[in-house]
Every structure is written in structure tokens, then in C-alpha cells.
């Protein structure tokens, strides 16, 4: 059977042009350029039995970062997709995110994000914030001005940037780990996910959350079969931000939630973008077209759908010429699939509670300790009242700003 790709990342202005991970390999395919070409190293950290975490486009779009779990860090030029060169990381990387054409933000598995500035041949790690649990997922502000991090420990963190030492805040409301976080078109809104079945949207003026969506209610209006837990594995905004995609552990398909105007964005009936198998990762290209990665051993296990104008959301999720010749180029024989899921499974056991106290800081940022980050929660939901919960015939409910 086939290893199917497991991660999809969309260049950010070059039209069409996506990369696709398999293992520890990853394809580029741009419509301009031909047959996609697949990434090779001479690395020999990155073996055969390495995976890509990490996929990241610099501001320009010229350089690709490709972070893998042996922890080197491959810089690519997209013109000629030459190696550049390989950095390696102090840690695992869980997430990349460039500030400018040089510099390259990483966190990691043990909770710290770092800066590096990769072209220069005396690697220097600057250390510029820390969780005391594993970094899931890290993005900035469209001006670089603030680092946003989630984490296992059920918090979002607002980071000065390049004055690190500077906390903005803490977003407090999830009762789970935090695996996604995306920005909405009004970039004072932030929409996260992770594993208490829930999408929060964040006004980071606030510091507070302004609606809670119960995915649990959202699957049963759509007719899908509802899991004893449920996990967000991505968030990607569509149509000019006014969808909101989000990728659930196990689940067939993505789901499409409406995105009202600015500048009070919220979001508002959910439809079903349906795959043939459970969704591992997707995303959107410049060109409006929504790329797939599913767990199938057999192909097709890429599918692009088209925009469809006249439901607003997509048509079928099908396999063309573009896919097939990428699943061809990327093609692995493996005897059985791996455990796709494994990864949320091991957050969801190293719970919240299970920790031993201590709380977040970095660059001589504040802390916040166990009991100061639930008596926050309380105080969030106390306030929230009705509207803040998932209870309640309307699960799409919005909190009156305090």
C-alpha cells in the first residue's frame, strides 16, 4: 500500500503553487514551471524514516523552510528549488514562521521559540520566549509586531516582537490543548481550535473570547457521525476570509463555516466540504483551490476542489492530472499506514491537570501559574454566562464584551 501525503502548504502570492509532504520528502508543484519536482538533500540527518513537521514560505515567497522531526531545517529557493542550506535545530520543531526574507522564527517541542537568522553561517539561536509544555502551533501579526503561541497547557500567548520580554497576554477559555490558530481577515480576530471540541474567536484587543462554537453540535446539524472527542487539525480561511475551514481528527471531509464582514467578523451556518477519507492536513492556493491530503492507502489520496459560486463553498474533491502526477512523484510503499491520529492522542493524555504547577515565561516575561490561569477561566466564564457556553439551543452564541 501507498504512504499517503500528510501535509499541504500553500505559497502565499505565487499562483497555484503548493508544496506536499510525504514522509520525510516533499513535492513543488507550480502550473508555470511543469511536472512537480520532488526536494532531495544530501542531508544525512534527514533519513528515510524522518517526517516533515513543518512547512513554511518566506514574506517574498522565494525561500522554502522545511522543517523535519531529525530537527535540521532546510532553506530552498523556489526559482531554481536548490538547496540553499540546512540548519540544525536544538530541538524538534513544531512550527515555522519567517519574520522577513532572513529571519526565521521556530518553536519547539519542549515549549521555547527561538530566532535565527539563517543565512548567516554562525548559526545563532536566540531564545526569545517559553512554555513550560510543548508548543503546538505559532503565528504573527500581519505587521510582525506580536508573536502568537498555543500550547498543551490550554493557553494562548501574546508575545512583543522583537521585545520578547514583553508579554501582551494570555488568552484563557480553552479546557483542553490548543493544536490551531488563524488569524481572520481583521487581524484583531484570532479563531483557535484544539481538543475540548470547541472553536473559540478571540478579540486580542480584548484579550477575551467573543464566540464559542460547539463542533459537537455542528456535526450533528450536518448528519456526521459525532466522536467521543474531538480534535481541530486545521484552520485555513478561503474566499478572501470569508470561510473559515477547519479540519477535524477522523473526519471525512472539512468543514466550512461562513465569516460575516468586518469589523465585527463572526462565524455563521457550517456546510461540509466531504472527502473520501479522514481529512490529515489541507489548504487553499492563491488561486482558490482546495487541496486535500487523505488517509488512504490506495490512490487517489490528493483531491483539489474547485470554488463553486453557486453554493459559496466547493465543488467535489476530486483527483486531476496535477494530483496524480504529485502522488506518483511521491510515491511510497509502506506495509501499513501509520497512526495519523497518535500525535493528538499524546497531547490529549499529558493533560492540563496532570502537570506540576509553574507557569509561562520568557525574556524576562511574567509568569502565570496553574491557579492564577483557572481562576482567569472562571472569572471568563462566570462572565460569560449562558452566552459564553456551549449550552443552549444556539450553538453559535456571542459574549457581550465586558
Same mark, same amino acid.
Given at each position: ?45 534527514? *533519513? ?31 526559482? *531554481? /528549488?536548490? !538547496?540553499?542550506?540546512? +540548519? ?39 531564545? %526569545? ?10 503565528? /504573527? *501579526? ?9 500550547? +498543551? ?18 488568552? /484563557? ?17 484570532? %479563531? ?8 473559540? !474567536?478571540?478579540?486580542?484587543?480584548? /484579550? ?72 490529515? $492536513? ?12 487523505? @488517509? ?21 474533491? %476530486?483527483?486531476?492530472? +496535477? ?15 501509520? $497512526?495519523?491520529? @497518535? ?60
Amino acid at each position: 500500500m501507498r504512504r499517503p501525503p500528510h501535509l499541504v502548504a500553500r505559497h502565499p502570492s505565487r499562483p497555484g503553487l503548493v508544496a506536499i509532504a510525504c514522509g520525510a520528502s516533499v513535492a513543488v508543484t507550480d502550473p508555470a514551471a511543469g511536472p512537480p519536482r520532488v526536494l532531495t538533500s544530501t542531508d544525512s540527518a534527514a *533519513t528515510h524514516d524522518a517526517e516533515v513537521r513543518a512547512v513554511a514560505f518566506s514574506p517574498a515567497g522565494a525561500v522554502m523552510a522545511v522543517a523535519v522531526d531529525a530537527k535540521p531545517i532546510q532553506f530552498w529557493c523556489l526559482d *531554481t /528549488l536548490s !538547496l540553499l542550506c540546512s +540548519r540544525e535545530a536544538l530541538k524538534r520543531p513544531s512550527a515555522l514562521s519567517f519574520v522577513d526574507e532572513d529571519t526565521l522564527l521556530v518553536s519547539d517541542k519542549f515549549g521555547d521559540v527561538y530566532s535565527i537568522n539563517w543565512r548567516d553561517d554562525a548559526v545563532n539561536w536566540k531564545l %526569545l520566549l517559553g512554555h513550560v509544555s510543548i508548543v503546538t502551533d505559532m503565528c /504573527l *501579526t500581519p505587521d510582525y509586531s506580536v508573536i502568537i503561541t498555543a500550547d +498543551r497547557n490550554e493557553k494562548i500567548r501574546l508575545t512583543r516582537f522583537p521585545n520578547a520580554y514583553c508579554v501582551v497576554g494570555f488568552l /484563557l477559555g480553552h479546557e483542553s490543548f490548543v493544536s490551531k490558530l488563524c488569524l481572520l481577515s481583521n487581524p484583531k480576530l484570532l %479563531l483557535s481550535g484544539g481538543g475540548d471540541g470547541r472553536l473559540l !474567536l478571540w478579540d486580542l484587543e480584548m /484579550l477575551d473570547y467573543v464566540q464559542t462554537v460547539s463542533l459537537s453540535s455542528t456535526l450533528k446539524e450536518l448528519g456526521c457521525p459525532v466522536p467521543d472527542e474531538i480534535t481541530v487539525t486545521g484552520i485555513k480561511l478561503a474566499r478572501g476570509g470569508s470561510l473559515a475551514l477547519v479540519a477535524l481528527d477522523g473526519l471525512a471531509g472539512v468543514l466550512a463555516f461562513s465569516v460575516s464582514a468586518a469589523p465585527d467578523a463572526r462565524l455563521g451556518a457550517a456546510g461540509l466540504v466531504r472527502a473520501p477519507a479522514a481529512v490529515l $492536513d489541507f489548504d487553499v492556493d492563491s488561486d482558490g483551490a482546495l487541496w486535500l491530503a487523505v @488517509a488512504s492507502g490506495e490512490a487517489p489520496a490528493l483531491l483539489r476542489a474547485s470554488p463553486d459560486s453557486g453554493t459559496g463553498l466547493f465543488g467535489d474533491a %476530486l483527483s486531476d492530472e +496535477r494530483t496524480k502526477a504529485i502522488e506518483a512523484a511521491l510515491v511510497t510503499e509502506v506495509e501499513s499506514l501509520p $497512526d495519523f491520529g @497518535a500525535q493528538w492522542r499524546i497531547l490529549r493524555n499529558f493533560n492540563f491537570d496532570g502537570e506540576g504547577g509553574g507557569g509561562d515565561g520568557g525574556g524576562g516575561g511574567g509568569e502565570v501559574g496553574r491557579e492564577g490561569s483557572r481562576a482567569a477561566k472562571r472569572a471568563l466564564r462566570k462572565g460569560a454566562g449562558a452566552a459564553g457556553s456551549d449550552h443552549g439551543s444556539d450553538h453559535h452564541e456571542a459574549k457581550r464584551p465586558r
